[in-house]
């Protein structure tokens, strides 16, 4: 079961381009708001039409623009759970699940909607319309109708965006284990990285329309290649960097850090992460010197934005994240001695 994607579509000044495979497990579309990741899903639906390009899912052309193949939504087996799970306002719940079972007789088709009730615990609520139900209610129906059609690949539009955050935990943890047992690819849009992190096998990082390529979640939080896939893993400081042999010279912070192998003359960019920012005592090699800029107190850290000693005017401050008790034991210093270990410098082209 494969999902191969390779489509080009222009909205405006907007320039879509995306190059992905997905097989048998979920694979996340990562990206800042308006990236594209929605977009890819309607071409990849039909309810989009890509400018060029073709998708196939399982063997089956589903869009070809030099064979001119551009399958209708309905014979391309693709469930598509909206941001919104457009359920129909006027049908009930068992209406709309309905509309999802399209083969069968009147008995098979009724046997087909008790099961369908039963998995996903809306006995009870047949008679009811969205109106009527919860956000998470919602979301069962909208999965129920989706998986009612035999669907080959699943698309999930941001499944938590419309839902209050106290909420989304549980309704993950539903969603996961409905989705557990269905054999295909599953697409999971998303600009969470917790929710990546969670759920997804493999990451399609979009950045500004384009895809930057597809990774596995090890390559994503530990070994990213671009800026973008960085910024998206949650790494705070990105900065400048000059490849020197084994280190990196960084311009804004006056600082040569090493790096503990040759770094690729293509690299452009260091990326530290905020937890990796390490106090040291004075004197530890390779440490440099911080003054204190700013203290913020996070729910359950601090936030410390350092400069470093040599750093130019306007250059952005060094991000530094601390347990609060760790803190406080440094007892509120002007200037600290920070050293970053050479494996948790990120080389970035």
Not at 266 to 288: K, N, S, W
Request: charged letters at 25%; a neutral charge; aromatic letters at 6%.
């Amino acid at each position: 079961m494969s999902l191969s994607v390779d489509l080009e579509k222009r909205l405006g000044s907007f320039h879509l381009r995306v190059q992905f495979q997905a097989e048998d497990e979920i694979t996340a579309l990562l990206g800042a708001s308006g990236c594209g990741k929605s977009m890819t899903l309607k071409c990849i639906a039909g309810i989009m039409t890509p400018d060029r390009g073709r998708i196939v899912l399982n063997g089956r052309v589903l869009f070809d623009s030099e064979a001119r193949i551009d399958l209708p939504p309905q014979q391309r087996r693709v469930g598509y759970l909206f941001q919104n799970y457009a359920l129909f306002p006027t049908m009930t719940v068992e209406k709309n699940i309905l509309c999802g079972i399209r083969s069968g007789s009147k008995a098979e088709k009724a046997a087909a909607l008790s099961a369908t009730l039963h998995r996903f615990r809306l006995e009870g609520l047949e008679k009811r319309y969205p109106a009527q139900l919860s956000g998470g209610q919602q979301q069962r129906v909208a999965l129920a109708r989706i998986l009612c059609s035999q669907p080959e690949v699943i698309l999930l539009d941001e499944p938590f965006s419309a839902l209050d955050s106290y909420l989304k935990w549980d309704l993950e943890l539903k969603l996961s284990d409905f989705l557990e047992n269905f054999s295909g690819p599953i697409l999971w849009v998303s600009h969470d990285r917790g929710e990546v992190f969670r759920n997804c096998k493999r990451v399609c990082v979009l950045d500004q329309g384009t895809s930057q390529g597809t990774f596995t979640l090890r390559q994503l939080f530990h070994e990213p290649e671009t800026e973008a896939a960085a910024r998206l893993s949650g790494c705070k400081n990105i900065v400048e960097a000059v490849p020197a042999g084994s280190a990196v010279t960084l311009p804004a912070w006056g600082l040569t850090l090493n790096c503990g192998k040759p770094v690729p003359a293509d690299i452009r960019q260091a990326g530290i992460r905020a937890r990796h920012v390490m106090t040291v005592p004075e004197g530890t090699p390779d440490a440099f010197y911080c003054t204190v800029e700013r203290v913020i107190q996070d729910v359950f850290t601090t936030i410390v934005l350092l400069r470093p000693e040599g750093a130019a005017s306007g250059a952005p401050l060094l991000r530094m994240e601390l347990e609060r008790d760790d803190w406080r034991r440094l007892n509120r210093p002007e200037g600290l001695w920070i050293a970053i270990q050479p494996r948790d410098i990120l080389l970035l082209k």
